[in-house]
Antibody, heavy 122, light 110 residues
């Protein structure tokens, strides 16, 4: 069965950096695009970034462009989100998600992790 | 780009049907057949319940259905049950390999 397990969340000061990881299993990781989606406390979902199945291209929401970087390691089946220049408004639960369509995307997210909380505060 | 527009809340009694709207623009909902709906119970991760406007992933109850009209999409839940009480989000492909979510709708089963 598909499993996505995020880790790396925590408390960081404004301007600081954090790297999130998402360990994937139960599917052919190298065949699917992957997403990060976040949810601020008590707020709605916000799409953050997508990486193509082969890692060839990455796409970002305007709110994080130039500060966040998505990457993937096919030897370890791990998705990453490097977050730099963190701001208070980046405080949220961060979910990784698998794109539904193989060798394409983005389309939609058919599997989600349980999320990891990032708190940006001094 | 602004979030897709959803009503903040809807409610219904057990056994009734409810519909949640999702309004976008000709740059997202109106241009692509990639609108999806997600159900999120409190404290849980979202779950995909509708994809490509009308398709139900395997295992999703047929009480959930989706439709499209112009720049808008709708989610209908028939035969409302207590377990349907949750937040519901629409999402659309928005071009340039990006996605955009709606603001979310809280469904209360009375």
């Amino acid at each position: 069965q598909v499993q996505l397990v995020e880790s790396g969340g925590g408390v960081v000061q404004p301007g600081g950096s954090l790297r999130l990881s998402c360990a994937a299993s139960g599917f052919t990781f190298s065949s699917y695009g992957m997403h990060w989606v976040r949810q601020a406390p008590g707020k709605g979902l916000e799409w953050v970034t997508f990486i193509r199945y082969d890692g060839s291209n990455q796409y970002y929401a305007d709110s994080v462009k130039g500060r966040f970087s998505i990457s993937r390691d096919h030897s370890k089946n791990i998705l990453y989100l490097q977050m730099n220049g963190l701001r208070a408004e980046d405080t949220a639960v961060y979910y990784c998600g698998k794109d539904r369509v193989a060798l394409a995307g983005p389309s939609d997210l058919d599997y989600w992790g349980q999320g990891t909380l990032v708190t940006v505060s001094s | 780009q602004s979030a897709l527009t959803q009503p903040a809340s809807v409610s219904g009694s057990p056994g009734q049907s409810i519909t949640i709207s999702c309004t976008g623009t000709s740059s997202d909902v109106g241009s692509y057949n990639l609108v999806s709906w997600y159900q999120q119970h409190s404290g849980k991760a979202p779950k995909l319940i509708i994809c490509e406007f009308t398709k139900r992933p395997s295992g999703v109850s047929n009480r959930f259905s989706g439709s499209k009209s112009g720049n808008a999409a709708s989610l209908t839940i028939s035969g409302l049950q207590a377990e349907d009480e949750a937040d519901y989000y629409c999402c659309s492909y928005a071009g340039r390999s990006t996605l955009i979510f709606g603001g979310g709708t809280k469904l209360t089963v009375l």
